[in-house]
T-cell receptor
Framework: RKEVEQDPGPFNVPEGATVAFNCTYS??????FFWYRQDCRKEPKLLMS???SGNEDGRFTAQLNRASQYISLLIRDSKLSDSATYLC???????????FGQGTRLTINP | GAVVSQHPSWVICKSGTSVKIECRSL??????MFWYRQFPKQSLMLMAT?????????EQGVEKDKFLINHASLTLSTLTVTSAHPEDSSFYIC??????????????FGSGTRLTVV
């Protein structure tokens, strides 16, 4: 079983739609959680950290459910510029490394 | 903010030759750097953790004699792909941990190196 699993998609949605991504992780001792976005042939860039209390950054909302080992990302009022691959990322407890999910490809259509 | 410079951004080499990729932290000191590899349509896979002044820690399945890592200073780590073969063609990305914490969560990525072995 992969440490971090995501639906690979691709997701194709119209501009203005709301999109939800899900992610599960296998190591219950994981301590830090993030969503990254990666554009084609570019390095990944941090979108937001994910906290147990849930957190919001503009049109983006992230949630963490430690009991279910589940992470989500919601994008509201999607823009064409949101088209990218979204990566769920976890840090194991006591380790500095980042463990990446396979990513979910999102395309926003005009 | 924290910046990591990685070069070359792309390289084409002949099978059997070696390629060196550099990763520099420009405005912070990085005691730890990470090297990832990404094949097409796959996610980033950690290859090794590079520690300044000591041997790198390799992930399971990564050949340490093929992927030589040197982290001789607090601002520079290098990855050398030795005797490269076409199956080593991939996108290699480094990441540095900002020990001072100037980044949003301490990890800064280089822009990646696209290696093609012909």
């Amino acid at each position: 079983r992969k440490e971090v699993e995501q639906d690979p998609g691709p997701f194709n949605v119209p501009e203005g739609a709301t999109v939800a991504f899900n992610c599960t992780y296998s190591n219950s001792a994981s301590q830090s959680f993030f969503w990254y976005r990666q554009d084609c042939r570019k390095e990944p860039k941090l979108l937001m950290s994910v906290y147990s209390s849930g957190n919001e950054d503009g049109r983006f909302t992230a949630q963490l459910n430690r009991a279910s080992q589940y992470i989500s990302l919601l994008i509201r009022d999607s823009k064409l510029s949101d088209s990218a691959t979204y990566l769920c990322v976890v840090t194991p407890r006591g380790a500095q490394k980042l463990v990446f999910g396979q990513g979910t490809r999102l395309t926003i259509n005009p | 903010g924290a910046v990591v410079s990685q070069h070359p951004s792309w390289v084409i080499c002949k099978s059997g030759t070696s390629v060196k990729i550099e990763c520099r932290s420009l405005d912070f000191q990085a005691t730890t750097m990470f090297w990832y590899r990404q094949f097409p349509k796959q996610s980033l896979m950690l290859m090794a953790t590079s520690n300044e002044g000591s041997k790198a820690t390799y992930e399971q399945g990564v050949e340490k004699d093929k992927f030589l890592i040197n982290h001789a200073s607090l601002t520079l780590s290098t990855l050398t792909v030795t005797s490269a073969h076409p199956e080593d063609s991939s996108f290699y990305i480094c990441s540095a941990r900002d020990t001072v914490g100037t980044g949003r969560h301490g990890y800064t990525f280089g822009s990646g190196t696209r290696l093609t072995v012909v």
